[in-house]
């Protein structure tokens, strides 16, 4: 009898050591879930405002990529696709030449780079200490995606060499 009245609070205990250490395995799983969808997200958001640019971005055959116009197009897909948060994601667009056209005389090969940050806040509780960017307390962790395509453009019979 005095063996089961001495072990009344171990399972107690037992549970009080425990159990933080469960929570923030379980905190850190669903942040990792998160995080994840967040990235697939911002990933196929880059893509598809690099596909945009680089579907609009020359105003005229054979022209040069126009970045005003790129971006102009990129910020009226993300208003329309993330509302409200729009304000929070940080695009980047940069043009850059690749090659020249060897059968027309001022065609430029160009590509379009899209790279869209974008800042998490963090959910749960004791998961900034390890997936936060500094400084921790802030409990925001910037996610980054880049994706790049090439500038499609239209020919004239006048560039035939």
């Known amino acids: 009898m005095h063996i089961i009245h001495r072990r009344r609070g171990q399972v107690t205990v037992e549970l009080m050591l425990i159990l933080p250490v469960f929570m923030l395995l379980i905190f850190f799983v669903l942040e990792y879930g998160n995080i994840a969808y967040r990235t697939l997200v911002l990933n196929h958001a880059s893509y598809e405002f690099a596909r945009i640019a680089s579907l609009t971005g020359v105003d005229k055959p054979s022209g040069n990529a126009n970045r005003t116009i790129m971006v102009q197009k990129i910020d009226q897909a993300k208003r329309k696709i993330f509302g409200a ?3 929070r994601l940080n695009v980047q667009v940069k043009v850059e030449t690749t090659g020249i056209d060897p059968m027309y005389k001022r065609h430029r090969h160009q590509d379009v780079i899209v790279t869209v940050i974008y800042p998490v806040r963090l ?3 004791g998961t900034s200490w390890l997936l936060a960017d500094a400084p921790r307390r802030e409990g925001m962790r ?14 004239l019979s006048s560039d035939m060499k």
């Not at 910037?142 to 020919?155: D, N």
């Open 85 to 87: 948060e729009a304000e």
């Open 123 to 125: 959910a749960f509780p």
């Open 142 to 155: 910037k996610i980054k995606a880049t994706a790049r395509m090439p500038v499609e453009k239209s020919y």
